[in-house]
């Protein structure tokens, strides 16, 4: 069974300040994918990650995927009060027949402090 | 821009009452899931489906069972439900195939079963 981790699950920061939010998982994969979520609102699509070494940048907000470890690392470059929010890393079980099953990590909930 | 809407954003039943949560989107999707999201355990797949009429369990099928008669759309079914049940329901669709597919979320329905 598919285990997704990530760390931490609460996170308070300054703004201005430099963070990392981890992703482990147990099985491997090449697909994995970072979503958003405001506060009584879906989750957004941030970046999708499809191989070993991929490196995604938005903003202040960077992603990367190690596959052979089963880590991927979603940095953040000085905080602002906009990027509170609860991030999800989900890994991607495609399958050949169905397409992508996404087994998802518990989420991290991001506080940017004034 | 992909649209996936849910019928209700709020739904409050009793218990043992047949619960139907609709879910339509309009970019002619190929799957189609269903999600219940709780505090600290992320997302979990309940059910999906990859073309009308066809469905397949996720991790936490128990208690519920979906419909999906047209290719824009698929409802989850709480036959009787409990209060266990009570929840953040989120519906997503995407494209099929190996190909790495993005999943696009609904805004979610939170049912309070009483």
């Known amino acids: 069974e598919l285990k997704v981790e990530q760390n931490p699950l609460f996170l308070s920061m300054q703004e201005g300040k430099n963070y990392t939010i981890y992703c482990n998982y147990s099985t491997t994969s090449d697909r994995l994918y970072w979503y958003r979520q405001d506060p009584g609102k879906s989750l957004e699509s941030l970046f999708v990650?499809?191989?070993?070494?991929a490196v995604k940048q938005e903003g202040r907000l960077m992603a990367s995927l190690d596959t052979k470890a089963r880590l991927s690392t979603l940095h953040i470059t000085a905080a602002v009060h906009d990027l509170s929010a609860t991030y999800f890393c989900?890994?991607?079980?495609?399958?050949?027949?169905?397409?992508?099953?996404?087994?998802f990590g518990e989420g991290t909930q991001l506080t940017v402090n004034p | 821009d992909v649209k996936v809407t849910q019928s209700s954003r709020y739904l409050v039943k009793r218990t043992g009452e047949k619960v139907f949560l609709e879910c339509v989107q309009d970019?002619?999707?190929?799957?189609m899931f269903w999600y219940r999201q709780d505090p600290g355990l992320g997302l979990r797949l309940i059910y999906f489906s990859y073309d009308v009429k066809m469905k397949e369990k996720g991790d936490i099928p128990e208690g519920y069972s979906v419909s999906r008669e047209k290719k824009e759309r698929f409802s989850l079914i709480l036959e009787s439900a409990s209060t266990n049940q009570t929840s953040m329901y989120l519906c997503?669709?995407?494209?099929?195939?190996?190909?790495?597919?993005?999943?696009?979320f609904g805004p979610g329905t939170r049912l309070t079963v009483l």
């Open positions: 990650l499809l191989s070993n070494g």
């Open positions: 970019m002619d999707h190929e799957n």
């Open positions: 989900a890994v991607d079980m495609a399958r050949e027949t169905s397409g992508s099953r996404l087994t």
């Open positions: 997503a669709s995407s494209f099929a195939g190996r190909a790495p597919r993005e999943q696009f």
